[in-house]
């Protein structure tokens, strides 16, 4: 038996089929007509045959089998969300659960907002699977980079751009840009204050620029945007930072407020080069400690 496709393997697959059909100048994906159509071909045993909103309290998607009779499978979200690119995500997900888990969660998913939009690697894995499936699926990265280079310099602008060219969140958009950008770069999701979670690019994950919030509430800066809305616009705004407010080194804060959900998303963008060898701090991590009061403390 050959070894099952993985999340990256499969979005491949299908990215391959949709280019060679349609050319690569192709988004957003019409993800109810591929998955009914890809599967079709390839699973005519037991395909997807129906992709449609209905009454789903409490969950925003759902894959389920066939009822008796039928062969197939149908995959559902909930007709109440209202953003398009949390639809078209939580589709993909569910498109992935197909792919990847049907066969061993035979009575199929139904899943939460926290599946699908919250999607780190610390989330339970089947979850997590189905989202980079999602993500892959949804913005292959060669088209990505060809929208953002890796090296170059970002605003919220450009990335809202790739949001509706993929017709994905802002959320979905940068975490795939952060997935491999050469920048220092933090996504930081915060609400009232607080750190509900945040994601750090590579390079900026290596010179200890990063939040953990499984370790407790972390406070955002008392002159980051969210705790200041008086000086956005439209929602929206950007502000240069000094050493010392989100960290020990200057930031370029953007934040957007995202409505729906009632949470603020940053971007915080950090030189490219770190200020100082953060490697040795991690030798004394209680150095920093002794000088802030627990409750604002972060991890570097
Ligand atoms: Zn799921």
Redesign the pocket.
């Known amino acids: 038996m050959t070894r099952p496709f993985s999340p990256e393997r499969w979005a491949f697959e299908i990215t391959h089929v949709l280019n060679a059909a349609f050319g690569a100048d192709r988004f957003p994906i019409d993800i109810p007509m591929v998955a009914r159509e890809y599967t079709a071909q390839r699973f005519p045993d037991d395909p997807i045959i129906s992709v449609q909103g209905d009454n789903l309290p409490g969950f925003d998607g759902a894959l389920f089998k066939a009822p008796a009779g039928r062969k197939g499978w149908g995959i559902i979200y909930n007709s109440r969300l209202s953003s398009k690119g949390r639809i078209n995500f939580t589709l993909a997900?569910e498109f992935g659960?197909f792919l990847l888990h049907r066969l061993a969660y035979p009575n199929g998913?139904r899943?939460g907002e926290q599946?699908v939009v919250r999607w780190d690697s610390e989330y339970g894995q089947v979850?997590h699977q189905?989202n980079v499936f999602a993500a892959n699926f949804l913005m292959p990265l060669d088209d990505f980079r060809r929208q953002i280079a890796p090296n170059a310099e970002v605003d919220l602008d450009m990335i809202s751009h790739c949001a509706d060219r993929y017709r994905v969140s802002l959320i979905a958009a940068t975490l795939r840009w952060l997935s491999y950008t050469g920048k220092r770069a933090v996504l930081v999701v915060s609400r009232d204050g607080f750190i509900l979670w945040a994601r750090s690019s590579t390079p900026a994950l290596k010179s200890g620029a990063f939040f953990r919030t499984s370790a407790g509430p972390i406070e955002i800066p008392e002159a980051s945007l969210p705790l200041n809305p008086g000086l956005l616009v439209d929602g929206r705004a950007s502000i240069e930072h000094a050493a010392g407010a989100w960290f020990r080194e200057p930031v370029r804060e953007m934040t957007v407020f995202a409505e729906q959900y009632d949470f603020a998303i940053s971007l915080l963008l950090l030189d490219d080069a770190a200020p100082f060898d953060w490697t040795d701090e991690e030798a004394e991590p209680d150095t920093y400690d002794r000088f802030v009061p627990v409750a604002r403390r972060r991890e570097w």
């Open positions: 997900h659960h998913f899943c599946d979850e189905a």
